[in-house]
């Protein structure tokens, strides 16, 4: 059921490395006050609703919605997934409480340290102010859409995948919910946690998962 061949998913994988490089050395080489407010800089009333929807794909709930659907399909397929936006997910989670509980996000830094500037904010947009790091709509996006890229031997829908995970990513800068390092962060958490969910299930392929839930279901009432 687990192609081995779609084990690199290479058109999500390597773009992926080429924009967390791209990404590292500018938060290596630029104060995170400069990199966000050059984001913040970038904004039409159509980015501003595109961002807001698209930043949706890394919600919980929607994401879940996202997980589920394959149980139509095939339910090893479905559980991997699930196992990419559970690892990641509830990592993030536990790195903000353990260790980043006072890390200011954009709003609260600016507050903070340049209380002159005024961030352009997003209509509609409920701001928070700390747990900035990692972010866990990337983490969440990140690992969802490369356990997807995971499964599939088609190209186009590993880099699509990719892309729906990026822009989770920049919708949280532009939205001025994270930093630059934050995302960074969340969708190196991503892709290593969706990878460990990847492996993870397919040790464990059996008969049953290679069925859809409503053919299994009517299986189980004949």
Known sequence: ?????????????????????????????????????????????????????????????????????PLFIRIGYSLVMFAGYAIPGLSAQLIKRLFFSTSARPVKFFELNLPDHELYVVPGVDLHTWFSFPSGHTATAFGVFFTLALLTRNGAIQFLAFVAALGVAYSRIYLSQHFLEDVTGGATLGIAGGFLGWWWIRRYDRPWMKTSITKLLMHENT
């Open 1 to 69: 059921m687990f192609n081995q061949r779609s084990i690199p998913a290479r058109w999500f994988l390597y773009p992926s490395v080429a924009v967390l490089t791209a990404a590292l050395v500018l938060v290596l080489s630029l104060p995170r006050i400069q990199i966000h407010m050059a984001v913040n800089s970038i904004h039409t009333p159509w980015l501003d609703a595109l961002f807001r929807m698209w930043t949706l794909l890394g919600d919980g709930v929607v994401a879940l919605v996202i997980v589920l659907i």
